[in-house]
């Protein structure tokens, strides 16, 4: 039983010990640095050079409960009839999630249908890069980034989707026509 508790505290000590919280930023105005990840199709990528520079939205969520902000998006986007490149981007940061990075995507690639594997992204190596980059105050709410074609930050959105901020990520979206 001592051995067991001692492997509960190490566990306990790996996931709080890898995880770090950063401010929430204002990143308007700002060119997206460069970041890696791969794709549920176990495809390696850098962005921003993957979006060709043409106008791109990323929903990048730092919890599996983020998932259900982005589907909320996902679904205004959907039926608004919004037209724009969108990628979802789980950004994981720790040394634990990444020993188990074949089993998260796994258990990804079973709750997505296939033909969107392409457009997830998934940033172990860069993911606390990402969360340092945005900032993960409220990690379940997704970081909603609009680029323009320069792959400069035109939008960006923190707190949870509105139908407010989905009208407003549509009306800078519209100004990039």
Known sequence: MDKLKWI?????????GCSSSYSNQSLVGQVLPT?????????????????GNKP????????????????RWLIGLDMTSTLVDIYELPAIQGMFPKMFSSMINNGMRRGIPKELWGGVITLYNDGEKMQAYTGNENPNNARIILLNSNNEIVYFYDRGFSVGALNNLRTALAGLE
């Open 8 to 16: 509960f505290i190490a566990l306990t000590v790996l996931l709080v």
């Open 35 to 51: 970041f890696s990840g791969q794709t549920l199709e176990k495809q390696d990528v850098s962005m921003p050079d993957l979006f």
């Open 56 to 71: 791109t939205l990323l929903l990048v969520g730092y919890k599996q409960d983020t998932q259900f902000d982005i589907d």
